[in-house]
């Protein structure tokens, strides 16, 4: 049968999966995709609980509300960041992180 | 849901999620992203928040991924030239990732409430009855205010998206 574990280890894979695209990748599209993915990771654990800490034969619906806020901002988020992006590409052409250093130290 | 159909759905999310992220391509990795949410909706079914899963393969799979591919088509971006890798950065990075899921294991294996199986569900679940009668009674304000932030979010994308700001 499948465990609580089982749903919170996938979820932590997922997640390390979008840090490691943050981290290692350069473009800045896919850094955001990334950065979804571990939001939905996020999710996935949120979920998992909701079901798993039920009472009286129904799921704790506490925790999908949460989900459901997340979600809604995460739409809100990706609309705002690729509008970001956009504009950063109008005034540079360019979407690579490492193009673009003016802070660099 | 039997075990089977879990580690079928699980494993094509972390498949196409490492597609993402090794892809060269935008569009490719816009398109494993969106199979790996498909994968994650299917795990949401799979705990019974069947309302959670639809909203998933609505919002994500369809109109964020959707956006995203526009961008991507707006912007014209072609497949990554190879660059010489920062290898400092790929290994802090990949070190650091590999931390984290040791780290996870860990914590999981000393977790004796996580080794619980799904219990049985009293009845037929209605679940977007009780989605909703929990969203419009005790998440009624939050539910108001995300509604401001979804205008606010609408009307700040139309000013960061004119040519110039008067």
Same mark, same amino acid.
């Given at each position: ?8 280890? %996938? ?52 925790? &999908? ?27 540079? &052409? ?12 | ?21 090794? /892809?060269?391509?935008? %569009? ?27 909203? &998933? ?45 040791? /780290? ?10 996580? /080794? ?27 539910? /108001? ?11 700040? %994308? ?9």
């Amino acid at each position: 049968m499948v465990t609580l574990n089982d749903y919170l280890l %996938v979820s932590g894979l997922l997640f390390a999966l979008g840090f490691t695209g943050v981290l290692l990748r350069r473009n800045l599209i896919i850094i955001f995709m990334s950065l979804e993915m571990m939001l939905n990771a996020a999710n996935l654990s949120l979920v998992a609980f909701s079901r798993f800490n039920g009472t009286e034969g129904l799921p704790n619906y506490n925790g &999908q509300m949460l989900v459901f806020f997340i979600i809604t901002v995460a739409a809100a988020e990706v609309a705002v960041g690729l509008a970001i992006i956009v504009a950063l590409y109008r005034s540079r &052409q360019t979407v690579h992180v490492e193009d673009i250093n003016s802070l660099k130290f | 849901m039997s075990p089977i159909l879990f580690w079928i759905f699980a494993a094509l999310m972390l498949g196409f999620g490492l597609s993402v992220i090794l /892809q060269r391509n935008p %569009v490719a990795s816009a398109l494993s992203l969106v199979v790996s949410f498909l994968g994650l909706a299917g795990l949401y079914v799979s705990l019974n928040a069947y309302f959670i899963g639809i909203i &998933q393969i609505l919002v994500y799979a369809g109109a964020v991924m959707v956006l995203f591919l526009f961008i991507i088509m707006l912007l014209d971006l072609k497949a990554e030239k190879r660059r010489k890798l920062n290898w400092p950065g790929v290994i802090g990075g990949g070190g650091i990732a590999v931390f984290f899921v040791v /780290q996870l294991l860990t914590v999981l294996n000393r977790f004796p409430a996580g /080794q619980r199986t799904l219990e049985p569900l009293a009845a037929p679940l209605d679940d977007v009855r009780e989605v909703g009668n929990m969203l419009f009674s005790n998440y009624n304000f939050p539910f /108001q205010v995300i509604g401001v932030l979804v205008l606010v979010a609408s009307i700040g %994308v139309v000013i960061l998206s004119k040519r110039e700001l008067k």
